[in-house]
């Protein structure tokens, strides 16, 4: 079994910044894609950012250039470092994996147990 804990979010005024990780452990051989979600209240869950394997990343159009996603594949952990923030960036944010473990032929999709991101002044 995978676990994925979460950790750095918390309550940030507009303007600021946060860096939110994502730290894998327990049994398995691999990771590939490693993502960041968010649900904002009332809203449909939705991409932040992706990053693959290789390090290529994708984002959503809306947040290019104020997040940037990085992980370090020694820590089995991944980043999203989250710059000039805006209220509407409160949410809850997911951290999400595609792992290769022992068991499962294939990848099997983690998630993390979300961390809350409150923008406000």
């Known amino acids: 079994q995978v676990q994925l804990v979460e950790s750095g979010g918390g309550l940030v005024q507009p303007g600021g910044s946060l860096r939110l990780s994502c730290a894998a452990s327990?049994?398995?051989?691999?990771?590939?894609?490693m993502g960041w979600y968010r649900q904002a209240p009332g809203k449909q869950r939705e991409l932040v950012a992706r990053i693959s394997s290789d390090g290529s990343t994708n984002y959503a159009d809306s947040l290019k250039g104020r997040f940037t996603i990085s992980r370090d594949n020694a820590k089995n952990t991944e980043y999203l470092q989250m710059n000039s923030l805006k209220p509407e960036d409160t949410a809850v944010y997911y951290c999400?994996?595609?792992?290769?473990?022992?068991?499962?032929?294939?990848?099997?999709?983690?998630w993390g147990q979300g961390t809350l991101v409150t923008v406000a002044s």
């Open positions: 327990g049994s398995f051989f691999s990771i590939g894609t």
């Open positions: 999400n994996m595609l792992y290769s473990d022992y068991v499962t032929p294939g990848y099997t999709e983690g």
